[in-house]
């Protein structure tokens, strides 16, 4: 069959004409694709050019055929029956011929369109180039025993940083990422969680000293794979796989490779140990609470001991130290201003190493802020964020920046920012709904605390958000209750304890306060349990042992105005209010201890000081208020004013309004703030009434707790 077929493709003399249409075919293509480029043809011309000659092949070999090529015109081939052609060219002939080049050019244009359909909508690689995101996953560790999940998800860390720093690609940070994994089963679902075009996914196994990491990256559109590799080398090597994954990513998704002199890629540390303490201390420094940041500064120090020239481990340490640092946004114990300092000394280490490092250019911001410098701060922030715009801390510290500067919407859109690119990271979350606190929204608050608790049920960080918003609402009892559950999570996190002990003490749960308070607050511990001579006397004793501390003569008048002597409460006020700046004394948001200092100074007869500052703050809770800000504490400022002001309607109302918002403080019922004529107005002594009510009845709910915390401290 086949060499009949054969012999009659020679009879008819078909390669004369078949081949020299298939020569002509290769030469044309040849030419289009070898000088299309250079005279700036689009990409569908040389796709045309390979489709027409293509489906042009079926015509080409129906002409050859059935028809020869004489001197005399286009003839019919004759048949194997006869020697000459006795029928000339018919209507079927020229049929036949139509409809074959009619199919070609059918062919030819379905293919052409499905062609450059897949070229500007691929399925796998040219997609993630579209959407430009990705995800780095945690490797999975096969060690038998485990011990390279630090390098695991330091590999993918580092391999995110390495990508973050070209503004071309937006970057899932690696706690969302870390968080995914768990969360999601497929590469697809994995997407749609944190809206990434592409994941990295792989593996890290040790054989004898060589490092083995496979690494993957697949679509989230469809979960087909689009790169896979393996690499292989020793332990001390691995900053150069996570060069060479890098690279290749950036290949696939950018079109492009990089040198090795290219800056995005990390530096190298020179000393294998350095690299192995950095990545435990990164481990360590995102689980976030009071003892892991103690275990992330000692790896971080190790770092920087093992190799002193390696500027991350600095960045790492002075982030570290800032978070250690006091305050409500922080979770230690060292004073701010040497936290601040201590930062900086490390971040100008790092950026002397390494000028371009994002990490070191944010916590030099961080400190900046730490000492009240905030332009310097924003500054700094911003240039991180140009240096690798899918570093999400720096868009979070820029937004707690602009909170405590009142510029919400400015927090607001840093925040969302963060958010796109670690939506499922607990700090981000917990801040997410503390922004929705500040605007008092707190079933949306409540929302973003329970998805992190969802996420991290041993997070304390979520505690402490449901916490605070209990708190605000007037639920002290839920508060405690929740502080305690946060404290257990991080047993060494002051604020907590202090919080927690805050909240008893609001109850006046003097008994159970002291389960957990420091000798600090034994003042404050008296008065919760009625003893205002004894704690008259506990603030008289510590104020003349340190007479020049400004706090301490604030909180020495302030015990005074309330339960004991009220011209000692002046003197002390008024020597407090000359001591502390100004941002200190119009400390939002209760302007406080200016509104205090300025009844101090009218009852001194200094009228025109008392009401410059009075005037301020009526000024700065406007200003919160018009800025979005809602809370019981504004309303409470508001009443107070309002009396000042004598105008007791409106002083009633925003008393109730605070109450019904949830104002529960005890103290409430002795502050002269509230009765500046010296006699307290009716309708506010009824809302004070109500006040010790409530507190009495969550002493009850919460007495069950309050004896089982006693029974644990007693074993």
Known sequence: ??????????????????????????????????????????????????????????????????????????????????????EPLGPAHYAGLAATLLFAALAGWLSFGIIVNRTDNPPTASRSIENKSVAVMPFDDLSPTQELNYLAQGLAEEITVALGKLGNIRISAPSSAFRATEQAGSAVEIGRLLNVGAILQGSVRLAGDQLRVTASL?????????????????????VLMEEQIARSILGIMLDRFLTDEDEILLDRPNAADAYQFYLRGREKMRIRTAESLGEARAFFEQTIAADPEYAPGYAGLAAVLLLLGEGTENFGTIDKSIAAQLATANGEKALLRQPNLAEAHAVMGRAAAFRGEGEAALAAYDKAIAINPSYADAHLWKSNLLSRQGDLDGAAASLEDAFKLDPLSPVILYNKG???????????????????????????????????????????????????????????SVQYRESLVGALLTLEAGEAARLFASPDYETNLRIAAGDFDGAIEKVRFDYAASPDDAWMAFEAGWTELLYGDEERAYDALIRSDAALGEEDQFAMPYCSPAIEAAWALRQRGAEQEAAARIERCRAAREEALAGGQRSIELDYLGARLAALGGNEIEAVRLLTKAYEGGWREPWSAHDPLLRPGGETD??????????????????????????????????
């Open 1 to 86: 069959m086949l060499g009949r077929f054969m012999s009659e493709i020679r009879r008819r003399r078909v390669l004369n004409l078949f081949t020299p249409y298939l020569v002509a075919v290769w030469l044309v293509i040849q030419i289009v694709v070898a000088i299309g480029p250079t005279l700036g043809f689009p990409d569908w011309i040389a796709t045309l050019v390979v489709v027409a000659s293509i489906v042009g092949v079926p015509a080409a070999f129906y002409v050859a055929w059935f028809f020869d090529f004489t001197s005399e015109g286009v003839v019919r081939t004759p048949s194997r029956e006869r020697a000459e052609v006795i």
């Open 218 to 238: 697949v679509s989230t559109s469809d979960g087909l794979t689009i790169w896979s590799d393996a690499f292989s080398r020793s332990l001390s090597e691995s």
């Open 434 to 492: 503390f922004q929705q606190v500040r605007r008092g929204r707190f079933a949306e608050a409540k929302a973003f605390y329970e998805t992190l608790l969802d996420l991290e049920p041993n997070s304390p960080l979520g505690h402490r958000g449901l916490a605070d918003v209990a708190r605000r609402q007037g639920d002290l009892a839920s508060s405690a209750k929740a502080w305690k559950r946060a404290l257990d999570n991080s047993p060494n």
């Open 682 to 715: 009716g309708r506010v002594s009824a809302v004070l009434d109500e006040i010790a009510k409530d507190l009495a009845r969550q002493r009850l709910e919460i007495a069950s707790e309050i004896e089982a915390w006693k029974a644990s401290a007693g074993d």
